[in-house]
């Protein structure tokens, strides 16, 4: 089946550093790709989608220059978390649907995201 | 999208069947019901979904009622592994596909 992979799967970094993660669809291309944010106890949160070849959507309240979105493949698309601080801390999330047919959406594992 | 509503905490014997239900009374006609789960530190799984029939895979039954009101999820068989929280989520398929998560039900199977 659809195989989303994230990477890191976790990372622990100092405040005021950038930090990328990475989305890949495994066996299928993917002109749009999501990308959430979930904090303990809470449910996910949709912070972008990731458009192909074209800027991303950012959701109500999500700072577009705090998390930068690259969709630069049918296959890859990329969160950088600029500048983070402890506050960003958290559990991140990508998902993507295959192009083709009425398929749900597969997730990535996750990436855990620490900042000191 | 249709809001859902789903009861946040449930429990269940190990080795009976789980049954979960969502209400969504508010779906319009081409909405489809998805069913996710996410064990805990993981991404959510995928384990079925509908439009208006009944719908069965080798992980669960998916039952919407005839009205496409509410619908219930079934785990035939619970096991310790399918300790997770399980959102129902409303969407039109193929038309941008954002899914947004509701609270979702937390499952306790017990041995």
């Known amino acids: 089946g659809a195989v989303v992979s994230q990477h890191p799967s976790w990372v622990i970094c100092k405040s005021g550093t950038s930090v990328k993660i990475e989305c890949r669809s495994l066996d299928f291309q993917a002109t749009t790709m999501f990308w959430y944010r979930q904090f303990p106890k809470q449910s996910l949160m949709l912070m972008a989608t990731s458009n192909e070849g074209s800027k991303a959507t950012y959701e109500q309240g999500v700072e577009k220059d705090k998390f930068l979105i690259n969709h630069a493949s049918l296959t890859l698309s990329t969160l950088t978390v600029t500048s983070a601080h402890p506050e960003d801390s958290s559990f991140y999330i990508c998902s993507a649907r295959p192009e083709l047919g009425n398929q749900p959406q597969h997730f990535g594992d996750g990436t855990r995201l620490s900042i000191l | 999208d249709a809001k859902t509503t789903q009861p946040p905490s449930m429990d269940c014997a190990e080795g009976r069947a789980a049954n979960l239900p969502c209400n969504h009374s508010?779906?319009?006609?081409?909405?489809?019901v998805y069913w996710y789960r996410q064990i805990h530190s993981q991404g959510p799984q995928y384990i079925i979904h509908?439009?208006?029939n009944n719908e069965t895979n080798e992980m669960a039954s998916l039952i919407i009622t005839e009205d496409r009101k509410s619908s219930t999820l079934i785990l035939p068989h619970a096991t310790l592994r399918d300790t997770a929280v399980y959102y129902c989520?409303?969407?039109?398929?193929?038309?941008?596909?954002?899914?947004?998560f509701g609270t979702g039900t937390s499952l306790t199977v017990i041995p």
């Open positions: 509908g439009l208006k």
């Open positions: 508010t779906i319009s006609g081409n909405e489809y």
């Open positions: 989520i409303v969407r039109v398929p193929n038309t941008g596909n954002q899914f947004y």
